[in-house]
């Protein structure tokens, strides 16, 4: 059977020899059936206010649609999830495909601690200069090919749960930006799938944050980006590699 050997990295607050409190890397590897994967894609808009947001998104699309469409073809399930954009959809059948499954009703959420990010983001994070938030996007990004045959398109958390459920998907992962934003917080992201007791992990190296380094901890937009995956590796989700999916 085909299967993905996913090496799922997380971090853990323990103590050295010497009794002092450090953070430690801990690789779990997990080998899940391709069939029982399914991948959200988050907020890959045509878009974004952002200017900066907007070059790193273009950037990343070729190397994300790479992985989707060989993860496609191994059997895992693929989630379109650009949030706010479904009238665009209507009338695809992917989106008609997630509106019609079975709907699972969801269990209520475990507790879980959230404490706060390492950056700060309060300026709207774009570091090429906008500070006026408003709603460019239109669609999910035309360079990520979507199979109308195979494919969902949803930005409910609702829906993704019931497809997690309908397809008996044992490992998700998401991608997609913005990961201090978007890819925590909406209905179909990382806590609220944690917090439904869903396996989940980001692939780190298929994100972006929404950072500007004039601001806390006045630190690159790369290493603010690095940050925030490690925040999520010791609070959230375990993370991955794009790689592990296309080997």
Same mark, same amino acid.
């Given at each position: 059977?085909?299967?993905?050997?996913?090496?799922?990295?997380?971090?853990?607050?323990?103590?050295?020899?010497?009794?002092?409190?450090?953070?430690?890397?801990?690789?779990?590897?997990?080998?899940?059936?391709?069939?029982?994967?399914?991948?959200?894609?988050?907020?890959?808009?045509?878009?974004?206010?952002?200017?900066?947001?907007?070059?790193?998104?273009?950037?990343?699309?070729?190397?994300?649609?790479?992985?989707?469409?060989?993860?496609?073809?191994?059997?895992?399930?693929?989630?379109?999830?650009?949030?706010?954009?479904?009238?665009?959809?209507?009338?695809?059948?992917?989106?008609?495909?997630?509106?019609?499954?079975?709907?699972?009703?969801?269990?209520?959420?475990?507790?879980?601690?959230?404490?706060?990010?390492?950056?700060?983001?309060?300026?709207?994070?774009?570091?090429?200069?906008?500070?006026?938030?408003? !709603?460019?996007?239109?669609?999910?990004?035309?360079?990520?090919?979507?199979?109308?045959?195979?494919?969902?398109?949803?930005?409910?958390?609702?829906?993704?749960?019931?497809?997690?459920?309908?397809?008996?998907?044992?490992?998700?992962?998401?991608?997609?930006?913005?990961?201090?934003?978007?890819?925590?917080?909406?209905?179909?992201?990382?806590?609220?799938?944690?917090?439904?007791?869903?396996?989940?992990?980001?692939?780190?190296?298929? !994100?972006?944050?929404?950072?500007?380094?004039?601001?806390?901890?006045?630190?690159?937009?790369?290493?603010? !980006?690095?940050?925030?995956?490690?925040?999520?590796?010791?609070?959230?989700?375990?993370?991955?590699?794009?790689?592990?999916?296309?080997?």
């Amino acid at each position: 059977m085909n299967h993905f050997n996913f090496s799922l990295r997380r971090q853990e607050l323990t103590q050295d020899a010497g009794g002092h409190n450090s953070w430690r890397v801990v690789i779990e590897p997990r080998t899940v059936a391709a069939p029982q994967t399914a991948i959200v894609v988050c907020d890959m808009w045509d878009h974004h206010w952002s200017r900066g947001a907007s070059e790193r998104v273009e950037a990343m699309v070729p190397r994300m649609n790479s992985v989707l469409v060989t993860a496609r073809q191994r059997g895992a399930l693929i989630i379109h999830a650009p949030s706010e954009t479904m009238p665009f959809y209507a009338d695809h059948l992917a989106r008609q495909r997630a509106q019609t499954l079975p709907q699972v009703e969801q269990p209520p959420p475990l507790e879980h601690a959230d404490p706060p990010l390492p950056i700060d983001d309060a300026d709207g994070g774009s570091d090429t200069g906008e500070s006026s938030w408003y !709603t460019a996007w239109s669609r999910q990004h035309a360079g990520l090919f979507i199979d109308p045959d195979r494919d969902l398109i949803t930005d409910k958390g609702s829906e993704v749960y019931s497809a997690l459920h309908h397809h008996n998907i044992a490992q998700l992962l998401i991608l997609g930006v913005h990961t201090n934003m978007c890819v925590l917080r909406r209905s179909f992201a990382i806590k609220q799938m944690v917090r439904w007791g869903i396996n989940v992990a980001l692939v780190r190296d298929l !994100t972006d944050t929404m950072y500007n380094p004039a601001q806390r901890p006045y630190v690159s937009h790369d290493e603010g !980006t690095r940050l925030v995956v490690e925040y999520i590796e010791k609070f959230w989700c375990p993370t991955i590699s794009s790689e592990e999916m296309t080997r």
